[in-house]
């Protein structure tokens, strides 16, 4: 059984309906009009100067749209509005690449060898479909071209592995050109192993902004990341984000986002901060990912907000459907820092979270309290068919007490069909949900908690919020 078959099933033995195509479509219709009975943030009426002199790189948020619910196709597949649109350019892709093998560039595929100059012979200029035979290979790290198509023969067959000397910064495959930007990329079929051993063991694995990732796409349209295992990343397994991050305040975006990008099947294992990730890019599928056992290396012993899939600054209209976390921080967690714009427009159908701290976390840092600026940013996340199961205690971080749901300064979210299960030992010292810090605008309906009987405040809803509606 394969990956997204895999996740399905699970999510079915909490949700049965989801295996039905029209039950699915009628639940997206359900959640849509809790949604549309809840009002989110008021666009500001004038744009801020105030980052004037990082106008080449920063940009004033003005989109605060959300996008039409996703829909469900005959096979039950779930897809957001514009995925007609990327499936077309991936045509075009297809046609106007040539077919090249590593091996005939000169590649060993016997794990010693260094392969590095292989690949860029094989990769050239771009149009290129480049098939990688079955073997491990060892490479400097690889930039990719417009039109370019890197197909390995699978993940138990193909296998990409960092040499030895590679520097921390390193990322084992990115986009050719940041500022200039690239599109029509394929990434297909292989293990990506970022070679973590090559450095101390108690190294911090991450050498800041986007580097030190398995896959990092930065100012990319249209691509497509698909069967992939990535192991030990220092930073991010996949990383879709603009040139440079931007944390010129709220309000402001980077310049130089990503767009149109699906992320297919995809797992990412020991990861040092997120398994999955976005950055001030828009219009991104997760799909049929599993993220699980971070190793939290990037960060301080005790302080890793390592997050299976991470919607962060600056996202816009992102689709998270049928994925798996595991052992994380965080499970979902969509978010901003305190000075960048928040993620906005996000759609969740299908999550199964185990044993992660905080399954689902939204929130927007230094947003939250009454001494706070109130967001400008942070609004519209749908969410349907969401699993908590034992939410646990992590040596990740510390501090953190375990939840199934936590929404911080949100606005304009609506969740339908939730399950958060404990173990019935530990749950009188359990909340489940916390709806806190000025959150408002929240609608929670068909929400089963299990072995939460005995528990303090299994749903807390603190003075600071708005609007929040149970039922």
Not at 76 to 103: C, F, M, N
Not at 142 to 164: F, Q, R
Request: charged share 25%; glycine share 8%.
């Amino acid at each position: 059984m394969n990956q997204a078959a895999v996740i399905q099933e699970l999510i079915a033995e909490t949700f049965p309906d989801y295996q039905n195509n029209s039950a699915k479509q009628q639940a997206i219709g359900e959640t849509e009009s809790l949604f549309s009975l809840l009002k989110g943030i008021s666009p500001p009426k004038k744009s801020s100067d105030r980052f004037f002199s990082r106008s080449l790189l920063s940009k004033a948020k003005r989109d605060f749209t959300v996008d039409p619910p996703v829909s469900v196709d005959s096979n039950g597949q779930i897809y957001p509005y514009w995925k007609k649109q990327l499936d077309h350019a991936l045509r075009q892709l297809s046609e106007r690449v040539q077919t090249v093998s590593l091996l005939d560039f000169g590649a060993i595929g016997d794990g010693k060898f260094d392969c590095t100059q292989a690949f860029k012979k094989a990769i050239s200029s771009g149009k290129r479909r480049v098939l990688v035979p079955p073997g491990v290979y060892r490479t400097r790290g690889l930039k990719l071209p417009s039109y370019t198509e890197l197909i390995g023969s699978g993940t138990a067959k193909t296998k990409l592995i960092l040499v030895e000397t590679a520097p921390k910064r390193e990322r084992l495959i990115t986009n050719q050109q940041y500022l200039k930007g690239n599109h029509h990329i394929r990434i297909e079929g292989m293990e990506l192993d970022w070679n973590v051993n090559r450095l101390s063991e108690k190294e911090r694995t991450a050498s800041g902004g986007t580097a030190s990732s398995g896959i990092t796409l930065a100012h990319v349209k249209y691509a497509v990341i698909r069967n992939i295992t990535i192991t030990d990343p220092g930073l991010h397994g996949v990383d879709v984000t603009s040139a440079i991050y931007d944390y010129s305040g709220d309000g402001q975006r980077a310049r130089l986002g990503s767009r149109y990008i699906w992320v297919d099947q995809v797992e990412v294992k020991g990861f040092g901060d997120d398994g999955i990730t976005t950055h001030h890019s828009d219009d991104i599928l997760i799909s049929n990912c599993f993220l699980h056992h971070p190793s939290g290396r990037a960060h301080k012993a005790g302080f890793s907000n390592s997050n299976g899939i991470e919607v962060d600054d600056g996202s816009q209209h992102v689709t998270l459907t049928n994925n798996l976390t595991a052992y994380c921080f965080g499970g979902v967690e969509i978010k901003a820092h305190e000075t960048s714009s928040a993620a906005s427009d996000t759609q969740l159908f299908g999550h199964y979270s185990y044993h992660d701290n905080r399954s689902y976390n939204f929130r927007h840092i230094g947003h939250h309290q009454k001494a706070d600026a109130q967001t400008q940013s942070a609004f519209g996340i749908r969410g349907t068919y969401l699993a908590a199961y034992f939410p646990k205690k992590t040596d990740l971080y510390l501090a953190s007490t375990p939840r199934a749901l936590v929404i911080s300064a949100y606005q304009k979210v609506a969740i339908n069909h939730f399950l958060a299960k404990t173990t019935a030992e530990t749950a009188p010292e359990k909340i489940a949900l916390s709806v806190q810090y000025r959150a408002g605008e929240v609608y929670l309906k068909n929400v089963q908690l299990e072995n939460y009987e005995t528990a303090k405040k299994p749903l807390r809803i603190s003075r600071e919020t708005g609007r929040v509606r149970i039922g």
